[in-house]
């Protein structure tokens, strides 16, 4: 009895000071927001709405992460040499919010079971930051390694969360809210290149006239176009599935079985995905990125040939179609819009390699010759560091010793990400990266497998996705402004639909 008493005098005695603190918490929010300006004091309201959102419901993180990483870099900030901006502070509060349930409901895993519901692809990931991790035996700044460092756990850690949380349900709601965040980018781009509003270099030809390169809030055009890529494949996918199989599009093996929460139909993201497509299929031609529009073509080929056999009779007219826009080109039948645009892509693909020392610069030629110098650059640290590198996000740091004098100054990357991996983390990196990557298309190949009908679709359009990106990395470095968390909600995604226990999409 008296036990009992005890412990309903404790429990009452942390109610009283919960609501103190409660108290005394709002006291000084009201101060706050009296003693600061009107745009200090809505900024604060907002971000304390946020917070109350996302401590009661984590998932509701996921959804901001998505609006975030578009949406996010104008208002990033620099602290200590970490840029900190609204994608950064909601996945930290998102994961805060989501391990502080665990405990607090006491789901943590024993040891013995701790494999349970961990999909592969997030071991994977732990061996890629492990790997990247040595490097720090060698590098050049830490600060500079840390910041990548925390940029692969964030994949670890995301993708990990959206496996242990998100249900299939979610799913469709999730890619309605990506294809219109990518909508709404895609107009932004659209207007700096019809207003001309952007630096001088985004200024290209583009037949008989100069025009302004879309790239969005992306500050480039090439970071731009890929994240659009990722709607973009996933639409395709989508429409690929509606035409080749209309009939299992949407079957009764698709239907959820969970009301706990809202659905959407397959007709509802179709129609979204097809009133979102001409904007950014629009937007994604002005970005002029030659490695997005690359990456987006292998992708396309790879879903088409791998969907059906009409699918491949399909790829093989486009085959003919693509060799006869070859030779017309050669030709010089095509509009010179487009043919100036592919004159020096073999020199783009590294087929022609070129001292860019002997090059006389031109704004035609710019980006080239830039690449160049930087691919050239990346080669001699490996070189140098054959196994380790300079130490991972080092390489704008090592630029300095090895950069041309006729070209001193870096962007900070090699652009190409493998060769700028292999002088940061040498063979070791490179290597792990390498299985990270074919693993990431295995997982995603794997899905396909396993799903049916719209989650097919869907696991398909996150296969090409994974292409696009890794071909497009041969001529940049993507990973940057949050578009490692885009990536890792691409493989949390992938783990929600490939597990059997989850309830299916509708």
Known sequence: MNSVRAVTSSRATQDVLRGILLLGGLAAFGFAQAMLPLAAAAGMTLGALIFLLVLAQPLAGLLLLVLAIPFGSPFNVQVGGFNLGPTELIFALTLAAWLGRKVTQREVPRVESSRVGIPNIVFASAA?????????????SLPESLKELIKWFEVLALTLFMARSLKREHVAGLLVLLFVAAALES???????YTRSGPDPFFVP?????????????????????????????????LIAFVFEKGKFADRHERTTNQSFPTISSNFLLTIALLCLPLIATAFFFSLSRGAWLGYAVAFVVMVAFRSRRAFILFGLLALVSLGVLVLGSLNILPPAISERLTDLPTFLGLNLFDPRAVVLTNENFALVDRMAHWYAAWNMFVDHPWLGVGIGNYGVAYAQYGFREWPLSLGHAHNFYLNLLAETGIIGAAFYALFVCASIGFAWLTVQRTHGLSQAVAMGMFGAIIAITVHNIFDNLWVHGMNMQFAMLLGTLAVLQDRSSTTLR
């Open 128 to 140: 890629l930051l492990f790997a990247f991790a040595l490097t720090l035996t060698v590098t050049h």
């Open 206 to 238: 583009l037949g008989n006239q100069i025009i302004m390169r879309s790239y969005g809030t992306f500050e480039q055009p090439n970071p731009f176009a890929a994240y659009l890529n990722y709607a973009l494949t996933m639409i395709t996918s989508l």
């Open 187 to 193: 107009g932004i781009g659209l207007y700096q290149t």
